[in-house]
């Protein structure tokens, strides 16, 4: 295997000197969350050595170690709330670990998560062994790696980065839930989101191999969204220009410039057909948010009893992972993760108008932090930008370029260059 070089290829600046991710750490993780046995989240949290209860104090305890290699520039909070369902009818009380590296601007947010819960054939089933390896020990060690990996950087984000280990995922994504209306209600501006879930084989089911890309799901029409909003979007189009599409389609830049990297394949909907993920709760409250899953999933090692029937081995074990894949698709998170969070926030506001004309005015408000802006177009016949064109104040002149054939969005720059997320430009107000 080709080794991943530093991401300092891709962040020169010598602050952002990040390492490539440790395949033998993701393994040494993971293989610490198999060890609890179980991690149902109708396990036991008190047992000192089984459960999802010694799950999360294991998880604790790693953002604590990490904190302690950054000087505390990591604070850990522990976020609980009762839940009730179909799922757990007699109720459970479920918690989140997060990790806390604050940035400079008090109100900024970007998030990475994923779920340390498991589950066997019978999702009632709390008890019996559930190793949960891939299913999703390797979304928590990606999160621990990219904690570890970011907390190094000399530089001071501008963006708080929470590090999210949810629980309940398997019974309703009710840690994201719990999280994602945590957010709302403190008031943060979440940027983005970035869901791993299944992100640790290469091996798919019935022996395809796909070792080269990972699948990064997002929504077209927003879930978010009001009907006054979706009705707006439908007379526009853009429905592939959403937050969340913008933040897909900014991963897959990056991870094109990640020597030995993966291929990110840009996956046109929500989550898997007719399945769902913790990111969907963020998409609720209006934020963007995207899940990252391997190019070919294994379902005789998801969701089963640990068993050999036939010759084919069944269950979620350490043996059905690929940790150098593992290792890729952490690259691709913190990569992604270090532009959100050193960028400024993406324009608000962002307006066209020119009906009845050649020339097309693209406006936008002021983003704090920014030296400039990028104004990004393309034919509405076209998915990605095409063209752009970078400038200082916040309107700008598109000469012969009409806007009933051509979509506009901005991103706004900061003084070392680094981009936001592209906002896609809606309809200006009559006056």
Not at 36 to 62: E, M
Request: some cysteine; charged content about 20%.
């Amino acid at each position: 295997m080709r080794l991943l070089l530093p991401l300092a290829l891709i962040f020169p600046s010598a602050a952002l000197a990040l390492q490539a991710p440790s395949p033998s750490r993701l393994r040494a993780d993971v293989e610490a969350m198999v060890a609890f046995g179980t991690r149902h989240s109708l396990s036991s949290a008190t047992d000192p050595k089984r459960g999802i209860g010694a799950a999360r104090v294991w998880a604790a305890d790693r953002f604590a170690a990490i904190s302690k290699d950054c000087g505390g520039c990591i604070s850990v909070e522990r976020l609980s709330r009762r839940f009730t369902g179909p799922r757990a009818p007699g109720g459970v009380v479920i918690e989140n670990v997060l990790g806390i590296q604050k940035g400079s601007d008090p109100n900024r947010y970007v998030i990475v998560g994923a779920h340390i819960d498991s589950r066997i054939t019978d999702v009632m089933n709390a008890t019996g062994d559930a190793p949960g390896a891939n299913d999703n020990a390797s979304g928590v060690a990606l999160v621990l790696e990219a904690a570890r990996l970011l907390s190094q950087a000399k530089q001071k984000y501008a963006a708080t980065i929470i590090y999210a280990v949810f629980s309940g995922e398997e019974q309703g994504l009710w840690g994201a839930q719990l999280l994602a209306e945590t957010a709302t209600a403190r008031g943060w501006q979440v940027d983005a989101m970035l869901n791993n879930d299944i992100v640790g084989n290469s091996l798919g089911q019935g022996g395809v191999q796909v070792a080269d890309r990972v699948r990064v799901f997002s929504e077209g029409i927003r879930a978010g969204e009001s009907l006054v909003q979706a009705q707006e979007r439908h007379g526009l189009g853009g429905e592939d220009d959403g937050p969340s599409r913008a933040l897909a389609k900014a991963i897959d830049g990056l991870a094109a410039r990640i020597p030995g990297g993966l291929d990110v394949f840009v996956d046109r909907r929500p989550d898997r057909f007719g399945r769902g993920g913790d990111h969907e709760p963020f998409l609720r409250q209006g934020y963007p948010a995207v899940r990252f899953s391997v190019g070919a999933e294994n379902w005789d090692r998801q969701h089963q009893d640990l068993r050999t029937e036939n010759g084919i081995v069944y269950g979620d074990t350490v043996e059905g992972m690929d940790f150098d894949y593992l290792a890729k698709v952490t690259a691709i998170n913190v990569a992604a993760l270090a532009r959100l969070a050193t960028a400024p926030a993406a324009p608000a506001g962002v307006t066209v108008s020119g009906d009845l004309s050649r020339d097309t005015m693209v406006a936008w408000q002021a983003v704090p932090g920014a030296s400039g802006y990028r104004v990004h177009w393309r034919r509405t016949d076209r998915q990605e930008w095409t063209d752009h064109v970078d400038v200082v104040g916040t309107s700008y002149l598109a000469k012969q370029v009409p806007v009933d054939d051509t979509w506009f969005g901005v991103s706004a720059l900061g003084t070392d260059g680094r981009e936001s997320l592209v906002a896609f430009a809606g309809k200006a107000p009559r006056k």
